[in-house]
């Protein structure tokens, strides 16, 4: 069973930047394709990017020109490069795998 796990999360002023890691574990990592999802309080899990295992990527249009979805196959991980955060980029972030699992989450925070 695949495990994943993110990082990368924190308090940073609008405008910044973070890097989101998630490290899997237990599935040929290669294989599938990996995702970043978000949650902010009140709202439904969506989308932000996704990379197939060809590396054919996808964007949530609110995060297309500022988020940049990679992958390092022989690591087994997943990056999301955040850049010019905004105020409603807050959210819990989850890794997934297709098909496989989802992470745990890293709250990132985008407040003055």
């Known amino acids: 069973q695949v495990q994943l796990v993110e990082s990368g999360g924190g308090l940073v002023q609008p405008g910044g930047s973070l890097r989101l890691s998630c490290a899997a574990s237990?599935?040929?990592?290669?294989?599938?394709?990996m995702g970043w999802y978000r949650q902010a309080p009140d709202k439904q899990r969506e989308l932000v990017a996704e990379?197939?295992?060809?590396?054919?990527?996808n964007y949530a249009d609110a995060v297309k020109g500022r988020f940049t979805i990679s992958r390092d196959n022989a690591k087994g991980t997943v990056y999301l490069q955040m850049n010019s955060l905004k105020p409603e980029d807050t959210a819990l972030y989850y890794c997934?795998?297709?098909?496989?699992?989802w992470g745990q989450g890293t709250q990132v925070t985008v407040s003055a």
């Open positions: 997934k795998q297709t098909p496989g699992g």
């Open positions: 237990g599935s040929i990592f290669s294989m599938y394709t």
């Open positions: 990379v197939t295992y060809y590396g054919v990527t």
